[in-house]
């Protein structure tokens, strides 16, 4: 639904490939990036776990932001952090997953969301 046409197959061929040129210091850094919104928030650890499986230098995730690409109905539909939206509390608990933790993820915007963190969700309102 997110990449139309896309082939998730021909994704991780090309994912450990890289991770090869990594290891073989081929390349300096191998980073990849989930944006998170309400159709793929479920797949963030397998996406965390895959990431440190391949050897990634740093495993990002974001939440969406809305470049004009969504009307605002369909981007509150798409918004889950925002703390109104109804996967909200389930995004939270994901985020408890200690994968997470790991040194490597980089939660970008999403920190706020975490347990314990000053800011919160202040920083969503």
């Not at 793929?40 to 230098?57: Q, R, S, V």
């Not at 605002?72 to 408890?96: G, Q």
Request: hydrophobic share 45%; aromatic share 12%.
């Amino acid at each position: 639904k997110i990449r139309m046409g896309g082939s998730f197959g021909n994704l991780l061929g090309n994912l450990r490939f890289l991770s090869e040129l990594r290891q073989t210091k081929a390349i300096g850094e191998f980073i990849i990036s989930f944006v998170v919104n309400n159709l793929n928030y479920l797949e963030m650890k397998a996406f965390a776990k895959m990431g440190c499986d391949l050897g990634c230098d740093q495993i990002a995730f974001s939440f969406m932001s809305n470049w004009c690409t969504f009307s605002d109905a369909e981007y509150r539909e798409l918004a889950l952090h925002i703390p109104e939206h109804k996967n909200h509390e389930a995004l939270k608990e994901i985020l408890v997953d200690p994968v997470f933790r790991d040194p490597r993820v980089f939660l970008h915007n999403l920190s706020g969301l975490q347990k314990g963190r000053i800011l919160g969700e202040s920083m969503f309102v």
